[in-house]
């Protein structure tokens, strides 16, 4: 299958169609895939859950960061059937996007990382982020524990080297006028892929949307593949992509 836009030597390729047509075409394996599927949660002519999409998914990658609500993972649930889930991660935004007016305000989205077999065969690069010192120098980190949990009695060492778990909750500003209503920000999908997806693997999008997922890829020596149904969409993604991967002068 021919792709709609790509760029060999960053490494990234663009196709247009339906996820469910296209990517039993394309034959790949992928070491994440970053998806950002429709939630199915308003009226909106393309806010339509594609049926089987986690199933497929399956097929190419082991790992998998899925954007959504916890109406749309519940309701869903099922569709995850084979997944295992490791953790979430809550993107908290600077202003709400819910459209219920007799509820709390809703300020954030989840994604959540699955995967599937072993565990330890799943790429995790764990983010650290510099610890926080008070005026004494004491550390304001509730993770600094001087005896690390292992699930063991025993006797253990511990060398602090100053570095701390970065937090589950990463608080970025929305898209402000993007080029698709549900445009997440370069910056927590880079977040997402570090983790998750070895330098130089290869990221699966999809519903790759404004093109954000290999935006991010680009930006942190990742290549990527996405796929989007919507050819407005692909068209604006492939012009936004191109704009990254023109050569310097």
Known sequence: MKPYWEDPDAGLALYLGDMREVLPALDLHADLVVADPPYAET???????????????????SSMWCFGSMRMFLDR????????????????????????RDRFRRVHETAT????????SIHHEVPLIPAQFDA??????????????????????????GMRLARSVRRCPSVRRGIHPTQKPVEVVRELIEYACPPGGLVLDPFA??????????????????????EEYAEAAARRLSALT????
Do not use: M
Not at 113 to 120: I, T
Not at 209 to 230: F, K, M, V, W
């Open 136 to 161: 004494k120098g004491r550390t304001t980190s509730s993770s600094a524990v001087v005896v690390p949990h292992t699930g063991k009695i025993g006797a253990h060492s511990y060398a602090d080297t």
């Open 209 to 230: 949307g404004s093109g954000s997922t290999l935006d991010a890829a680009l930006r942190c020596g990742r290549r990527a593949t996405g796929i989007e149904a919507n």
């Open 246 to 249: 023109l050569p310097v002068a």
């Open 77 to 100: 649930r099922d569709d995850f059937t084979g997944w295992k889930l490791s953790q979430d991660f809550v993107w908290e935004k600077h202003n709400g996007s819910g459209f219920a």
């Open 43 to 61: 009226s909106l002519a393309w806010d339509r859950w594609p049926d089987g999409w986690p199933t497929l998914a399956a097929t190419v990658a």
């Open 113 to 120: 990382h699955w995967y599937r077999g072993n565990w330890a």
